[in-house]
């Protein structure tokens, strides 16, 4: 049975009012989308007639425009697709989304000031994949690029001078 239009009203409601809420909070803390879905998931919302990404939407009305392509993906600084504090929400493109996302992220996701390399940090897997691709001929200064790290820490993870315990 349809839900009564006066139900689905009050849903929608309560839904914007946790929006508005989201976009003027200035806490740290992550604003998980509470309205269905996994922690892992974006929600979607009807904004405007068409569906979309609340993330999209909350940056938005944060006073950020939509970037043309490639930078127009919404991407965490927390690496919580599901979260919608507009402080951990930046415009990007999809190789720095993959980033966000890839479970190595943590330490080197980029901050508001684009640094990514302050924090850089590799894990011990992706110490033995950069061994592994260098190996296999792929460059350096390309690994370094996509890992967010120095070309001197791609170098001391592949000669051996860091991480030797890894193999
Ligand atoms: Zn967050």
Redesign the pocket.
Known sequence: MPKSTGAREAKRRQIWDWIHAAVASNTDE?ADWPFGGRVREYGRITYQGTKRLTTHVVLELSGRPRPAAPDNRAL?S?D?PS?C?PR?LRWGSMSSNCTDRDGQGHGRVPNQRGDVHSQAKLTEVAVRSIRERVAAGESQRVLAAEYGVRPSAISRAVTGARWGHVV
């Open positions: 992550c965490h927390c919580r979260c504090n951990h």
